[in-house]
C-alpha cells in the first residue's frame, strides 16, 4: 500500500488565485516529510521540509506546507500563484532511520491567465 | 557547483544493444541514487550507492547494471531492455544517505527509449 498520498492527480488554478496541494502519510513511525516541484522536462528541486520543531515550514518562493500529526498531513499552499509555478508537485517521506525517500503519485499544477 | 550531471539527455536504443547512462556531481556528495520516472507517474527507486558501495536495490532486474567508479560519477549499465523500459531515468545525490532528512539534488534525467 502506498504510504504516501496526493488526493488530487491535477489542480488547475487561476494566476493570483490561492492553491492547496493535499499530501497525507500513512507511517505510524516518524517521519521526515518533503515537497518537491517538477518543472517541464526537468528533474526534481527541493521546495520545503519537515524534519521537526514548527509544523508550519516555508519556502523561499510563497510556499508553505504545515504538518498535521493528528491528521498525518503536510499539505502545500501558496497563497498566490504564477504562471511559472506550473509544474508537477510531489510529496514525500523518509521514514525516521530510513534512506529511502518514497513519493506520492504527484499533482499537477496548471496556472491560467 | 550545485549540479548533478547527467548524459545524454535522450537516448533511443534496441532491445539487443548494450548502452551506459552518465551521472556526475562535484558536490562532495557520498550518496548517490537512481530513480526511474514513467510518464504521469512518481519517481520509483532503483538502487543506492553510500561512499561508493551499493546500498540498495529495489530488486531491480539485471538487465540494469548500476556502477560507482568513484564519488563522483554513477552509471547505469544497460542491455537487453524491453519496450516497458522506456522512462525517464533520473540521478541523484546527497551528503549522507538520506536517513537524517537530506535534501536531494537530482539531474534533468535521461529520456530512454526502447524500441
Known amino acids: 500500500a502506498q504510504s504516501v498520498t496526493q488526493l488530487d492527480s491535477q489542480v488547475p488554478v487561476f494566476e493570483e488565485a490561492p492553491v492547496e496541494l493535499r499530501c497525507n502519510y500513512s507511517?505510524?513511525?516518524?517521519?521526515?516529510l518533503f515537497w518537491y516541484v517538477q518543472y517541464p522536462n526537468q528533474g526534481l528541486q527541493l521546495l520545503l521540509k519537515?524534519?521537526?520543531?514548527?509544523?508550519l515550514v516555508e519556502s523561499i518562493n510563497g510556499f508553505e506546507a504545515e504538518f498535521n500529526k493528528s491528521q498525518t498531513s503536510f499539505h502545500l499552499r501558496k497563497p498566490s500563484v504564477h504562471i511559472s509555478d506550473t509544474a508537477e508537485y510531489f510529496c514525500g517521506e523518509v521514514k525516521a532511520a530510513g534512506n529511502k525517500l518514497t513519493f506520492g503519485g504527484g499533482t499537477r499544477v496548471l496556472v491560467k491567465p | 557547483d550545485t549540479e548533478v550531471t547527467q548524459t545524454p539527455k535522450h537516448l533511443v536504443m534496441g532491445m539487443t544493444n548494450k548502452k551506459s547512462l552518465k551521472c556526475e556531481q562535484h558536490m562532495g556528495h557520498r550518496a548517490m541514487y537512481w530513480y526511474k520516472q514513467k510518464a504521469k507517474k512518481p519517481p520509483e527507486l532503483m538502487f543506492v550507492y553510500s561512499y561508493e558501495k551499493l546500498s540498495i536495490n529495489e530488486s531491480v532486474p539485471s538487465r540494469f547494471s548500476p556502477e560507482c567508479p568513484n564519488s563522483s560519477l554513477l552509471n547505469l549499465h544497460l542491455h537487453a531492455l524491453q519496450p516497458e523500459d522506456s522512462a525517464l531515468y533520473l540521478c541523484?545525490?546527497?551528503?549522507?544517505?538520506?536517513?537524517?532528512?537530506?535534501?536531494?539534488?537530482f539531474g534533468s534525467g535521461t529520456q530512454l527509449s526502447v524500441l
Open positions: 507511517s505510524s513511525v516518524s517521519v521526515y
Open positions: 519537515y524534519l521537526s520543531g514548527s509544523t
Open positions: 541523484a545525490s546527497s551528503h549522507i544517505i538520506g536517513g537524517l532528512g537530506e535534501k536531494l539534488f
